[in-house]
């Protein structure tokens, strides 16, 4: 369990090693879709291990650094790589970021991942932006001491995904040349993924696609009161959807095949940020 006084000490060491620098927006790269922060130049690149208390991802395709930058405008903080419950994480210490960020100014986040679609209508190498979530009784990074500096005990969370963002979102796509989808999100612990009946269960109770991250940081991002776009990068059909094996090695493919297209996309919404805010 964290303190106030965490975050603080999170937030002062990244100050400290970036005077003058207030980001705007926080950008969490999910799996397979670091290679943004690689093309990012002129930056700083702190590694989440330097950052007290940070948690230190070891999942495959996240590499764990903080990537400190201006794109398109807009001083943001890129997260090239998330953790994730099924590592051994607290849903509190998988956002501990989220918290981290807010007290250095940023007021907007974008979350993204890859995910598994459920809806049948979907395919494989399509984006689906979040317009809800479903967890029922899993892990709860709110759980405990509430940080009043933070928001109140009993947040809403009617409108988590902002659909001021998704409007933008959808635009900036619009001017790439797609149109993402729209859906549910369903989250799951993994690391397994998930058997044939529980996607068929998913389906009927509303999910459009599966995953494994994202929940907790929108969920946190929410009770503090920040503006929150959630991106998915559709990279395999759910289990039972199609006859394929699941597989990691999957979804890092297929984030990479759909990697220009997704840096491109990002840009864009962050030039739609910048030119609002002006």
């Given at each position: 369990m964290f303190s106030l006084s965490d975050y603080e000490e999170s937030a002062s060491c990244l100050k400290n090693r970036l005077p003058g620098f207030v980001p705007k927006v926080l950008v969490v790269l999910g799996s397979g879709l670091g290679g943004l922060g690689d093309r990012v130049k002129e930056a700083v690149r702190i590694p989440y291990g330097e950052i007290p208390h940070f948690p230190v991802s070891s999942a495959p395709g996240h590499k764990g650094v903080?990537?400190?930058?201006?794109?398109a405008g807009v001083p943001v903080l890129l997260m090239q790589g998330r953790t994730h419950v099924y590592e051994g994480f607290s849903a509190a210490e998988v956002s501990f970021p989220i918290r981290t960020?807010?007290?250095?100014?940023?007021?907007t986040v974008i979350l993204t991942n890859a995910s598994?679609?459920?809806?049948?209508?979907?395919?494989v190498g399509e984006f689906m932006l979040l317009s809800d979530f479903i967890r029922l009784p899993w892990a709860n990074a709110l759980i405990g001491p509430n940080e009043d500096a933070f928001g109140p005990r009993f947040p809403d969370m009617s409108r988590v995904f902002s659909e001021r963002l998704r409007i933008e979102a959808r635009q900036a796509?619009?001017?790439l040349g797609f149109l993402p989808r729209e859906g549910v999100y369903w989250y799951c612990t993994g690391p397994n993924f998930e058997t044939p009946a529980e996607i068929r269960a998913f389906r009927?109770?509303?999910?459009?696609?599966v995953g494994m991250s994202t929940v907790?940081?929108?969920m946190t991002a929410a009770h503090a009161g920040m503006d929150v776009l959630g991106i998915s990068l559709l990279t395999n059909m759910a289990a039972g959807i199609s006859q394929q094996p699941l597989s990691g090695e999957e979804v890092n493919a297929a984030a990479e095949k759909a990697a220009a297209v997704f840096e491109a996309w990002i840009i864009r919404i962050l030039e739609r940020i910048s030119d609002r805010d002006k």
């Open positions: 903080l990537i400190v930058a201006e794109l960020a807010k007290l250095m100014g940023v007021n598994g679609a459920v809806n049948p209508g979907f395919s796509a619009e001017g009927i109770l509303g999910a459009d696609a907790h940081e929108a």
